[in-house]
T-cell receptor
Framework: GENVEQHPSTLSVQEGDSAVIKCTYSDSASNYFPWYKQELGKGPQLIIDIRSNVGEKKDQRIAVTLNKTAKHFSLHITETQPEDSAVYFCAASLSSGGYNKLIFGAGTRLAVHP | DAGITQSPRHKVTETGTPVTLRCHQTENHRYMYWYRQDPGHGLRLIHYSYGVKDTDKGEVSDGYSVSRSKTEDFLLTLESATSSQTSVYFC?????????????FGPGTRLTVL
């Protein structure tokens, strides 16, 4: 089955710096890759996603890149701010019996220091 | 929270007791999901539903059952709670007009089994 590995598990940056989180997936049939941000005590919030027919997608300070050949995708946050501090999860979607199953990475705890 | 509420938000129970968690949505989405979140494991799918009375198992379904008698409610039941079921439980929905892989999460229920 699909397996998603996420690195690093923790990341500490200074405010204004960039942060990059990387994920690899195992099943080449995966075709949808969302990223979620989870703040303490809250549910995961979808922040950006990319489908397999696109190599890069941007939304203000965040961007996601996808390399289908290498089976990895990354989240890039530029000009980080303290409110970006949270746990970030990547996921890969795989079709299974008419339903698209999401497999999640273990998460990255990002700390942005003022 | 995409119109999703979960109840209770926190629960402490004893081993061997039955527990039911409720997910309620206000927008008549067809697809609903239950996940559990544990440190180092990201989110793992327990069960999902693709309509009233239509449910199926996810990757960690042992010890759990679900029911969906109305579009708006998806119930998760632990018939006899065990300490290994101590976790944070999240409900999610997929909007009808989107692919089933785009999912939005509720606020979560923290369950402690003593």
């Amino acid at each position: 089955g699909e397996n998603v590995e996420q690195h690093p598990s923790t990341l500490s940056v200074q405010e204004g710096d960039s942060a990059v989180i990387k994920c690899t997936y195992s099943d080449s049939a995966s075709n949808y890759f969302p990223w979620y941000k989870q703040e303490l005590g809250k549910g995961p919030q979808l922040i950006i996603d990319i489908r397999s027919n696109v190599g890069e997608k941007k939304d203000q300070r965040i961007a996601v890149t996808l390399n289908k050949t290498a089976k990895h995708f990354s989240l890039h946050i530029t000009e980080t701010q303290p409110e970006d501090s949270a746990v970030y999860f990547c996921a890969a979607s795989l079709s299974s019996g008419g339903y698209n199953k999401l497999i999640f990475g273990a998460g990255t705890r990002l700390a942005v220091h003022p | 929270d995409a119109g999703i509420t979960q109840s209770p938000r926190h629960k402490v129970t004893e081993t061997g007791t039955p527990v039911t968690l409720r997910c309620h949505q206000t927008e008549n989405h067809r697809y609903m999901y239950w996940y559990r979140q544990d440190p180092g494991h990201g989110l793992r799918l327990i069960h999902y539903s693709y309509g009233v009375k239509d449910t199926d198992k996810g990757e960690v379904s042992d010890g759990y059952s679900v029911s969906r008698s109305k579009t708006e409610d998806f119930l998760l039941t632990l018939e006899s709670a065990t300490s290994s079921q101590t976790s944070v439980y999240f409900c999610a929905i997929s909007p009808d007009k989107s692919s089933t892989d785009t999912q939005y999460f509720g606020p979560g229920t923290r369950l402690t089994v003593l």
